[in-house]
């Protein structure tokens, strides 16, 4: 009963706008599981950034031709993030087109389509703690040119129109990109042994 108060109370403070009440790990073990469910049947992941927080990522033609794929599924294990998605597909234009939406005005978005749907793609939904903003910082800068070495882009590329991989850039872009790629059924809810070594979520 006092939990249930104590819910209904963040809840109301989360509409309010409270910034207090996305950090989840002030409240005990048992509510925290209660708003990690309200979060994942309402899909509203983003209301909480720092729980169940997944990203799109991809490996692109250009990638997967250059057998890079395992390298940059290491790189995201070796952080410490979680994968519960994966799919190696040729992608459509027509899938792509929607994905790449905002940027079908672009001189640049015909090449890219015929860039993207000119071998198999690899795509992946990682979960983790900021994952989104993480992985940017891990991919590197749009431009191979412009990225920093260690990071995907700066490590294995050089320009632009061939930059290895794809990773959504914010909370909202990857939950739209993620229901794009994936059904439901085939994220996969599990328990990573080492959860408490990579977080305190
Ligand atoms: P992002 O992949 O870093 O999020 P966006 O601006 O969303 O960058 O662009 C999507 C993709 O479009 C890039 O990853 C790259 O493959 C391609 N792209 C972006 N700018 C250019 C360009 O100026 N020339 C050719 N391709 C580009
Ligand atoms: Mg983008």
Not at 84 to 89: C, D
Request: aromatic share 8%; proline share 3%.
């Amino acid at each position: 009963m006092l939990q249930r108060r104590l819910f209904h109370k963040i809840v109301q403070q989360f509409y309010l706008g409270h910034p207090e009440t996305s950090r989840l790990s002030r409240f005990p073990p048992s509510l925290q599981l209660g708003l990690r469910s309200a979060c994942h049947r309402s899909k509203t992941t983003s209301a909480f950034p720092d729980v169940r927080e997944r990203t799109l990522i991809a490996v692109k033609p250009d990638g997967v031709q250059r057998r890079l794929v395992g390298q940059i599924i290491q790189r995201f294990e070796q952080r410490g993030f979680k994968l519960v998605g994966l799919r190696m597909l040729q992608a459509s234009e027509d899938l792509l087109s929607e994905h790449y939406g905002e940027l079908r005005t672009k001189s640049f978005y015909h090449s890219l389509v015929r860039y993207m749907t000119s071998g198999p793609i690899v795509v992946m939904v990682w979960e983790g703690h900021n994952v989104v903003q993480t992985s940017r910082s891990m991919v590197g800068h749009t431009n191979p040119a412009e990225a920093m070495a260690g990071t995907v882009r700066g490590d294995f590329s050089i320009h632009v129109s061939r930059n290895v991989v794809h990773a959504s850039d914010s909370v909202e872009g990857a939950q739209r990109e993620i229901q794009l790629w994936f059904q439901a059924k085939d994220l996969l809810d599990w328990d990573c042994n080492d959860k408490s070594s990579t977080s305190e979520k």
